[in-house]
């Protein structure tokens, strides 16, 4: 088992320097920002000027905060989507389009694929977004006529967008196929653009729907969001879902985790092994709350994880900047973790 850092009073303030404290704060403030104009488009597309571009210009941004620090956006996607029903649609679709962002250089998707595959990600529900968020917030089951808008919502956001100027017709097909329930011929490779990209982002889209809690249930942990898109039940996803786990990690940045010392921790950072992350102890045995977290590589021998566990099970506030600070730090110090690639305004 390595330790990183010690518990401190203030955990990294010493170590860091105050100067590291707008660039932390940076990256919370555009992930806030990027939902909230995401949101705005959802909610509202009628409104808003040259929808293509903007839909681009929060591309662009989803792009530059993944490449700031990709652990980073996994951490505080995963938090959002494990503890927020407000504006769920938006940040879904949040969650979604960085998946799909980082799966597309798993698999290499030419520049043109991966852009129509994440604008779809953002756009997909552009055709039920009130619903969806209303959805999300009731506890009966969708009406008949909630269940016809969901039926009819692939083509119906695939109307709108022509309406509101996109003309990309990868992306606008992609939209159209994105609930795509039939079984493929082919290797995902191999299969038509629309169909393969299609595939890609119903597979992200379950496996974050899964993640998400509905006020008629919880949020699942992230061992069922994996079973739903690589177990035997599940050959509509399977080679999507493979890539999206070898990408994100079994216990991605943003989960919490049960300890095989009985401990609960959150994962900050992913390593070079899928299945042994970097972690920040939370509570001890007596699920009780540590002072200061604890920063632990999990090893599989005196360390592993025991199970993921959704976040309704882990009655605790944490300090996202904080968690985020903890994990970006310590990947400077190890070439085990996934590192830093750029802090906002070092460049």
Not at 8 to 14: E, F, I, M, R, V
Not at 92 to 108: D, M, P, Q, R, S
């Amino acid at each position: 088992m390595t330790t990183f850092l010690a518990p401190s009073a203030t955990p990294l303030s010493l170590q860091a320097g105050v100067e590291d404290e707008a660039p932390y704060q940076d990256v919370l403030g555009m992930w806030s920002d990027l939902e909230a104009a995401l949101g705005l488009l959802l909610a509202h597309p009628a409104v808003i000027q040259q929808l293509p571009s903007k839909v681009l210009q929060m591309d662009t941004w989803l792009q530059e905060l993944i490449a700031h620090d990709s652990d980073s956006a996994l951490y505080l996607m995963f938090q959002l989507a494990g503890s927020s029903t407000v504006g769920y649609s938006a940040s879904h679709a949040l969650v979604c389009a960085t998946l799909c962002h980082i799966v597309a250089g798993e698999f290499k998707l030419a520049a043109a694929e991966r852009n129509a595959l994440v604008h779809a990600a953002f756009t997909m529900n552009i055709g039920m977004t009130a619903l969806q968020d209303q959805l999300a917030l009731q506890r009966e089951r969708p009406s008949a006529a909630q269940q016809e808008t969901i039926r009819t919502h692939p083509a119906e956001g695939r109307n709108q967008l022509q309406k509101f100027g996109v003309q990309d017709t990868l992306w606008l097909d992609v939209v159209d196929l994105h609930h795509i329930n039939t079984a493929a011929h082919a290797p995902l490779m191999q299969q038509p653009p629309a169909e393969r990209l299609a595939r890609i982002l119903a597979t992200c889209d379950r496996y974050a729907a899964m993640i998400s809690p509905r006020r008629n249930r919880a949020g699942r942990s992230v061992t069922e969001s994996v079973q739903a898109v690589t177990g035997p039940q599940s050959k509509l996803y399977e080679q999507a879902g493979d890539a999206l786990i070898r990408s994100v990690g079994l216990f991605p940045p943003g989960v919490y985790v049960a300890l095989s010392t009985g401990e609960t921790a959150v994962v900050l950072r992913r390593t070079t092994h899928i299945g042994y992350p970097l972690v920040a102890t939370l509570l001890d045995t007596r699920k009780m709350p540590l002072r200061h977290p604890e920063l632990t590589t999990t090893n599989g021998q005196d360390l592993r994880i025991s199970h993921a566990l959704p976040s309704v099970e882990v009655n605790l506030q944490v300090d996202h900047r904080t968690m985020v600070r903890l994990g970006m730090y310590a990947a400077r110090f190890s070439d085990n973790l996934h590192q830093l690639v750029s802090m906002p305004g070092t460049r």
